[in-house]
């Protein structure tokens, strides 16, 4: 922008109104990509989750080929009921949430011994619900991973 005085000077700059358009157009694309970016970090923390349990779910299978049947424990939450059992002979660790290990992966199991069915819960983020069946029992629900998975 040019501006003369009475004196025909030049005074080179932006008017405020200028600055604050520009400004304002930043912080809108700033704000659209960070929202993209959020979502694709979400979906990539929910392969993380997946790949995680298929892995145990080796694991779980690797138990089951030798003994005969799946872990049994009254503790629901995954680390603390299969750690015991699977570490360090089927899987080296029991992995933890990506993103909150607040919120745990849940382990459920058949209520009579030896276990014939499991099914494990994961608490997913943009995933969207599944059935899951592990041995002849079916849950329907978000996150639920079972014997056959979704």
Do not use: H
Not at 124 to 142: N, Q
Request: hydrophobic share 40%; with cysteine; charged share 15%.
């Amino acid at each position: 922008m040019k501006f003369y005085t009475s004196k025909n000077q030049k005074k080179l700059g932006f008017t405020l109104i200028e600055l604050l358009v520009v400004i304002a157009i930043i912080g809108v694309l700033a704000t659209i990509i960070l929202a993209s970016l959020n979502s694709a970090r979400a979906k990539a923390r929910d392969a993380q989750r997946a790949e995680s349990i298929r892995q145990v779910q080796t694991a779980l299978e690797l138990y089951y080929n030798t003994n005969g049947f799946y872990i049994s424990s009254p503790d629901l939450i995954l680390n603390n009921a299969l750690t015991p059992a699977l570490t360090p002979t089927y899987i080296s660790k029991i992995p933890l949430t990506p993103s909150n290990p607040g919120t745990p992966y849940r382990y459920y199991n058949a209520a009579q011994s030896p276990a014939t069915y499991y099914a494990i819960y994961i608490p997913y983020e943009k995933k969207p619900a599944c059935y899951v069946c592990g041995g002849s029992i079916c849950w329907a629900g978000l996150g639920w991973w079972g014997v056959n998975m979704c």
